[in-house]
Nanobody, 124 residues
Framework: QVQLVESGGGLVQAGGSLRLSCAASGGTFSSYVVGWFRQAPATERKFVAAISRTGVSTNYAGSVKGRFTISRDNAKNTGYLQMNSLKPEDTAVYYC?????????????????WGQGTQVTVSS
């Protein structure tokens, strides 16, 4: 069973940037699709971005397209989410997740393993 640990969250002013990391252990990282999701208080967990096993294919939620960039380094067993031009509405707990297989799904239920989450707070 793969374990995931997110880091890089914090407090940032609107317009600022953060880079989240997702370190994986206990599995073959290159065999997983990696997804990022976020959950604001009293809301459902929502898809943010996902990347294929090789990094060739990516998918983004419309609300973050053009501002966020997902990437991965299979040699380091780590996934990343670069977040630029942050807005107060980006405030949430951000989770990384992985799924076996090759399809870059966007649904929460499609992912098998999850990290504990990292808080991102964007002040106005």
């Amino acid at each position: 069973q793969v374990q995931l640990v997110e880091s890089g969250g914090g407090l940032v002013q609107a317009g600022g940037s953060l880079r989240l990391s997702c370190a994986a252990s206990g599995g073959t990282f290159s065999s997983y699709v990696v997804g990022w999701f976020r959950q604001a208080p009293a809301t459902e967990r929502k898809f943010v971005a996902a990347i294929s096993r090789t990094g060739v294919s990516t998918n983004y939620a419309g609300s973050v397209k053009g501002r966020f960039t997902i990437s991965r380094d299979n040699a380091k067993n780590t996934g990343y989410l670069q977040m630029n031009s942050l807005k107060p509405e980006d405030t949430a707990v951000y989770y990384c997740a992985v799924r076996s297989g090759s399809v870059v799904y966007t649904g929460v239920s499609s992912y098998d393993s999850w990290g504990q989450g990292t808080q991102v707070t964007v002040s106005s």
